[in-house]
């Protein structure tokens, strides 16, 4: 029942800004942390940042000083403000809800992906 919706992604060239948005529903009572992802081809998913229910956020070193992580509308949007993008942001970015609780159950899920490419 859970489903997390993305958008934002596309084409910026280098320098540039791009704003991440990823939307939760689906009977949600609360989350306890959202967080970013992305995966380049032929390489591993990592975490690019992450925020507690609490406001407590996490970044990875390369994208530190660049990319901000918030969350909106009582906690059920997560947002990636992503600023000075460089081509090695280039990748899949996935959002991934942690312990969202429903009336039955509390799991994580993840969100579709939306590609984000950084051209020279």
């Known amino acids: 029942q859970v489903q997390l919706v993305e958008s934002g992604g596309g084409l910026v060239q280098a320098g540039g800004s791009l704003r991440l948005s990823c939307a939760a529903s689906g009977g949600i009572l609360s989350i306890n942390a959202m967080q970013w992802y992305r995966q380049a081809p032929g390489k591993q998913r990592e975490l690019v940042a992450g925020?507690?229910?609490?406001?407590?956020?996490n970044y990875a070193d390369s994208v530190k000083g660049r990319f901000t992580i918030s969350r909106a509308n009582a906690e059920n949007t997560v947002y990636l403000q992503m600023s000075s993008l460089k081509p090695e942001d280039t990748g899949v970015y996935y959002c991934?809800?942690?312990?969202?609780?429903?009336?039955?159950?509390?799991?994580?899920?993840w969100g579709q992906g939306t590609q984000v490419t950084v051209s020279s």
């Open positions: 925020i507690t229910t609490g406001g407590i956020t």
């Open positions: 991934k809800v942690v312990g969202a609780r429903t009336p039955f159950r509390t799991l994580d899920y």
